[in-house]
Nanobody, 119 residues
Framework: QVQLVESGGGLVQAGGSLRLSCEAS????????MGWHRQAPGKQRELVAH???????NYGDPVKGRFTISRDNAKNTVYLQMNSLKPEDTAVYYC?????????????WGQGTQVTVSS
């Protein structure tokens, strides 16, 4: 059984920084793509950042130039460095991973971590 465990959310003032982490736990799997999405109250879930197995990244327009996604394949972990945070970045952030095991690819989501940016 594969689980995604997120950490690093919290409360920060506008202009501040936070770093989110998401570790995939379990055994007998390989991780393909990883990414972060977020959902603010009353809004749809949106892509924040994505990184594929080769390290190629893409970002949602609202976070370009401020957020950086990275991964440590040895630790089965993806990170999201968030700088110059704005109140509109307030949301629940979800880790997502495409993980292969037993010859099949599956999509997994983390439980979500709250990020609150005060003005």
């Amino acid at each position: 059984q594969v689980q995604l465990v997120e950490s690093g959310g919290g409360l920060v003032q506008a202009g501040g920084s936070l770093r989110l982490s998401c570790e995939a736990s379990g055994s007998g799997f390989s991780i393909n793509d990883m990414g972060w999405h977020r959902q603010a109250p009353g809004k749809q879930r949106e892509l924040v950042a994505h990184i594929n197995s080769g390290g190629l990244t893409n970002y949602g327009d609202p976070v370009k130039g401020r957020f950086t996604i990275s991964r440590d394949n040895a630790k089965n972990t993806v990170y999201l460095q968030m700088n110059s945070l704005k109140p509109e970045d307030t949301a629940v952030y979800y880790c997502k991973a495409i993980i292969s095991h037993s010859g099949t690819a599956y999509q997994y989501w983390g439980q979500g971590t709250q990020v609150t940016v005060s003005s």
